[in-house]
């Protein structure tokens, strides 16, 4: 992982990828997909991960309205039984409630990239501590990247304390803006050297990844409660684990 301001290639061609995001198809948010799209090249993003919590279809609509220039990456936010894990190209559904060595598995299964988001964030109680803790360092070998930087978590030490995580079990390191609001749709982000076609491409780049830190104001992190109030009332309610 590089430091900020360090260069993310040698003067070639640049991809400005936003690996977490969540559309209206998500129990906690009410950004439509082809808004998101559109939103996600009005700021100059390349790459765009759609990542639900534990849904895919939202990604998919954002795909097929993405304007040009602008790849989505068919994603989702999983709830593991160890904390929430990100899973980046892929086909179908990983369930909730496996083990976040399943849930890899199942992820790399696909052929995806596996990656772990807001670590050390206390305000979400998918955070690592204690026994989670310990069961993501074991875990570490076979992840792809770490979330050093998310934009939710800007405040206290939650992305020092996961940028240190990356450094120390030598996985890379990516900014996003875990955008739940059109207001913070790429407010962080992360340059690698593209061009980024491929999941094994993007798995390379994020070794050469300059992270462009920034952080989503009150006001949107203010819209969640309200957006899963309305999403509640429309019957969409996150996904828990079967049995």
Do not use: W
């Not at 009410?30 to 799209?37: E, F, G, H």
């Not at 989702?76 to 039984?81: L, S």
């Not at 207001?183 to 300059?210: K, N, S």
């Amino acid at each position: 992982m590089l430091a900020e301001g360090e260069s993310a290639g040698s003067g070639g061609p640049q991809a400005f990828v936003d690996l977490h995001s969540h559309s209206s198809f998500s129990f906690d948010s009410l950004s439509k997909p082809a808004d998101l799209v559109r939103v996600a090249a009005e700021r100059g993003l390349t790459h765009l991960a759609i990542t639900d919590h534990e849904r895919l279809d939202g990604a998919l609509e954002g795909r097929a309205h993405a304007p040009a220039g602008l790849t989505v990456i068919v994603g989702e936010e999983i709830r593991t039984a160890d904390g929430d894990m990100l899973g980046l190209y892929l086909t179908e559904v990983v369930a909730p409630g496996m083990s976040a060595a399943e849930t890899v598995d199942a992820i790399h299964a696909q052929g995806g990239l596996a990656g772990l988001p807001h670590p050390f964030d206390h305000y979400r109680n998918s955070g690592l501590r204690g026994e989670r803790e310990a069961a993501m360092v074991a875990l570490a070998p076979r992840l792809d990247f770490i979330e050093a930087y998310n934009a939710r978590a800007a405040f206290g030490d939650a992305n020092a304390r996961a940028a240190e995580f990356a450094v120390r079990n030598g996985l890379p390191g990516v900014a996003s803006s875990d955008a739940h609001s059109l207001l913070e749709v790429g407010v962080a982000c992360t340059i690698v050297p593209g061009p980024i076609e491929t999941p094994d491409q993007l798995r390379a780049a994020l070794a050469h990844a300059t992270l462009m830190p920034g952080h989503a104001s009150y006001l949107a992190r203010g819209l969640t409660p309200l957006a899963k109030l309305i999403n509640r009332t429309r019957g969409n309610r996150r996904v828990r684990p079967r049995g």
